[in-house]
């Protein structure tokens, strides 16, 4: 891949360059990397959130890809690429809109009908409406087809009953993208449809979930008699696993190229220098470097990984299984570095009190966010089985309930 900026990219650089430097302020050095679901969810920061991406939107730089009609800037993926790369280097509040306009808006895109398009996709993209992913239960994570929650028709309206759970963002949605079981009697993937749902719905009760960082992102949502109307089906009855795969491949692949690493060993590096050992910096210990060197080496190697998804969209190719190898990878680095950072930062180590802690705390920040980050759009198991199927060619896992009726499935109690 070339790494310079064709004259075109380097002027639409240049253009979205000067709009932040007029919009917002930029990072500084003790800008620190924050680990995964901070604090997202209090209304102060959801209101800062919807004021930047309102404002982008309104100058003509949200969802650089999208089509104009849907609220878009009809760029290409490279030049969204670029945007995400000069955003970066500037302060903006957390992006909450990532479900939203990262998985649920390219699936309306591919599955939608004109009119689900025209209703949700501009105010998706202004933030003006914040929308959630109803897809894991208790019993269904990586297995996902083997969800239970019932969607019964009746008439032009779907009766839900089930439980949702990891919904992040669900109690300050708008919007959830939920897949449901609509016929129990049909093979587990064939019996799902896919709907859009108002999250103010009666019978949708959100209980917020207490994560190990003190944060609250995601929360268990329960469905009792909750009344979808038909008009809010993404896609044919019985065709909710195609549409849900849709969601899932951009879950990935977003997830995977936010792994570049270089916010982590930053921060890392920081602390080698702010942290004291015999009397000298930690930077200056030869052990120390040697880690410092092996953590850098790893981190070129995820962000090169990285620059294969560019160079794949550069060339009007579908980016293939480099997010899942950037990902596994990137996150176990993330929560390596992470570790020894608070290994150099000693007593302090200990604790997450920003105004004591070297670099603000962010090492122990990334260190408890990233088991998550593992399991998200797929564990590092999971990733590791599409690796060995789709890369190396291995054969693949038996999967013996594919063709029964699901309700012939083994399970345990049904949660709905
Ligand atoms: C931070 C975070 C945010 C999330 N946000 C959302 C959200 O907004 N919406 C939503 O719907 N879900 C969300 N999730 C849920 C996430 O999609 C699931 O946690 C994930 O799919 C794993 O499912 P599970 O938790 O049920 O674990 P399981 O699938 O039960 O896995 C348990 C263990 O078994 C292993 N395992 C499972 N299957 C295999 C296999 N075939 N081969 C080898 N090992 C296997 C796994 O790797 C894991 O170690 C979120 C999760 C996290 C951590």
């Not at 509040?93 to 939608?112: D, E, L, V």
């Not at 992913?133 to 019964?152: I, K, M, N, V, Y």
């Not at 949702?164 to 993937?189: E, M, N, S």
Request: glycine share 12%; net charge neutral.
């Amino acid at each position: 891949m070339d790494f310079n900026d064709t004259p075109e990219e380097a002027a639409f650089r240049a253009e979205a360059r000067a709009w932040l430097e007029q919009n917002a302020e930029p990072r500084g050095p003790e800008d620190t990397a924050r680990g995964l679901m901070g604090e997202r969810t209090d209304p102060e920061t959801v209101r800062r959130a919807q004021e930047w991406q309102a404002k982008k939107y309104d100058a003509g730089w949200a969802c650089i890809t999208w089509p104009r009609e849907y609220g878009g800037r009809g760029g290409t993926p490279i030049q969204s690429v670029i945007w995400n790369q000069e955003e970066a280097r500037f302060k903006t509040p957390p992006n909450i809109f990532g479900i939203g306009i990262g998985m649920a808006g390219p699936t309306i895109r591919a599955h939608g009908t004109e009119e689900q398009k025209r209703r949700y996709l501009p105010k998706m993209a202004r933030g003006d409406e914040i929308w959630c992913q109803l897809f894991s239960e208790p019993a269904a994570g990586s297995d996902l087809a083997g969800l239970r929650t019932s969607a019964r028709q009746e008439g032009d309206t779907w009766i839900v009953n089930g439980q949702k759970i990891w919904t992040t963002g669900a109690q300050y949605c708008h919007f959830g993208i939920l897949v449901a079981r609509h016929d129990p009697d049909l093979p587990k993937h064939a019996g799902l449809t896919y709907f859009i749902v108002d999250m103010r719905s009666p019978g949708i009760e959100i209980r917020p979930i207490k994560q190990i960082n003190g944060g609250t992102g995601f929360n268990e949502v329960f469905f009792t008699d909750v009344r979808i109307p038909d008009e809010n089906r993404l896609g044919a009855v019985g065709d909710g696993w195609r549409v849900a795969i849709t969601t899932l491949m951009n879950e990935r692949s977003s997830i995977g190229s936010g792994q570049s690493g270089g916010g982590g060993f930053r921060d890392l590096l920081r602390v080698a220098r702010e942290t004291v050992i015999d009397g000298r910096p930690a930077l200056e210990n030869p052990a120390v470097r040697q880690r410092l060197a092996d953590f850098y080496v790893r981190s070129k190697g995820v962000q090169y990984t990285g620059y294969r998804t560019l160079t794949a969209l550069s060339q009007g190719a579908t980016p293939g299984p480099e997010a899942s190898l950037g990902k596994l990878a990137g996150a176990v680095l993330q929560q390596e570095m992470a570790a020894f950072g608070m290994e150099l930062e000693g007593l302090f180590g200990a604790t997450r009190d920003r105004a004591v802690t070297p670099v603000e705390g962010s090492m122990q920040e990334i260190y408890l966010g990233m088991p998550g980050l593992r399991i998200a759009g797929g564990t590092d198991e999971v990733l590791r089985n599409i690796i060995a199927e789709r890369v190396l060619r291995l054969p693949p896992e038996p999967r013996l309930d594919k063709t029964k009726p699901f309700r012939e499935v083994p399970t345990g109690p049904p949660n709905a």
